[in-house]
């Protein structure tokens, strides 16, 4: 979550994520939720419904969003997802949870909740439970989707210390991965859910991992001192592997040796 501080309370942004395709980007803000274009740049629009949005995501290019309260004065209650039509301005339908909502994902035809302990999955056309998945602690509401629309794949933080767990919902397969001896700080999957990328709370080491087989299949290293990684995200062709961190640098890496033991079936020597 992104939370500056500022003086005048429209202009505090509580939140930012991108869309599946990458074409737009939503905000949201102390007073409503603003969307832009990203090729060319540009201010969309912007509503304000006179209360916080801590989490807002958009489903593609349409109308529909997913919307969660946050902030000092909540629009919505942090326990709540709510569903958003903009073409008819008003809510649409509402999800309500035992505990604080801590993430949000969008799919074609699915919605998936992050709370503290459990991952939640939807059928977003009549929000039928799909699954419920029992997580570890997740305050930071770590997860990771495959924005390939013809496939499932997630990966949330597994019960135990710097471990993950890896759903494919089209094979009907859940893969464990101790990726870390310490706490996950960012988890990351590229667009047809093949790799995973994971940094820990130290941030020095991403390792990138084969979903199918758990196998560890290339490793960077973004320094030696201890740094808190903000996010870890993959090119469209999982060719590079970006991520940005407290250190104020972003760092973009060939995943190339990755690409390569996964077509092969092996995993780092």
Not at 71 to 88: A, E, L, M
Not at 197 to 225: C, H, P
Not at 233 to 257: E, M, V
Request: charged content about 25%; proline content about 2%.
């Amino acid at each position: 979550m992104v939370d500056k501080t500022d003086d005048d309370k429209s202009n505090k942004i509580l939140n930012a994520s991108f869309n599946q395709d990458g074409s737009c980007f939503a905000i949201g803000t102390d007073v409503g939720f603003k969307i832009y274009s990203t090729s060319p740049f540009r201010d969309n629009f912007e509503r304000n419904l006179e209360g916080g949005i801590g989490y807002c995501e958009m489903l593609n290019r349409c109308n529909i969003l997913a919307l969660v309260g946050g902030g000092r004065s909540p629009k919505y209650s942090p326990n709540k997802v709510i569903i958003w039509d903009d073409h008819q301005s008003k809510v649409v339908s509402e999800l309500r949870f035992t505990s604080y909502v801590r993430n949000i994902k969008l799919k074609r035809d699915k919605l998936i909740v992050v709370c503290d302990q459990k991952v939640y999955l939807f059928n977003l056309l009549n929000f039928q439970n799909i699954d419920t998945i029992d997580s570890f602690d997740n305050t930071k509401g770590l997860i990771a989707v495959s924005n390939d629309p013809k496939i499932t794949v997630i990966a949330f933080p597994d019960k135990g210390q710097g471990a993950v767990k890896v759903k494919l919902y089209d094979k009907d397969m859940q893969i464990n991965i101790q990726a870390h001896e310490s706490s996950l700080a960012c988890i990351s999957l590229n667009f047809d859910g093949t790799l995973l990328a994971t940094a820990s709370d130290k941030g020095t080491l991403i390792r990138i991992f084969n979903t199918e087989t758990s196998n560890l299949l290339q490793e960077v290293r973004r320094g030696t001192e201890k740094a808190t990684i903000y996010s870890i995200a993959f090119n469209p062709s999982s060719s590079l592997l970006a991520t940005s961190s407290d250190r104020g640098t972003i760092h973009i890496f060939s995943i190339s040796d990755a690409n390569k033991a996964l077509k092969e079936g092996k995993s780092l020597e």
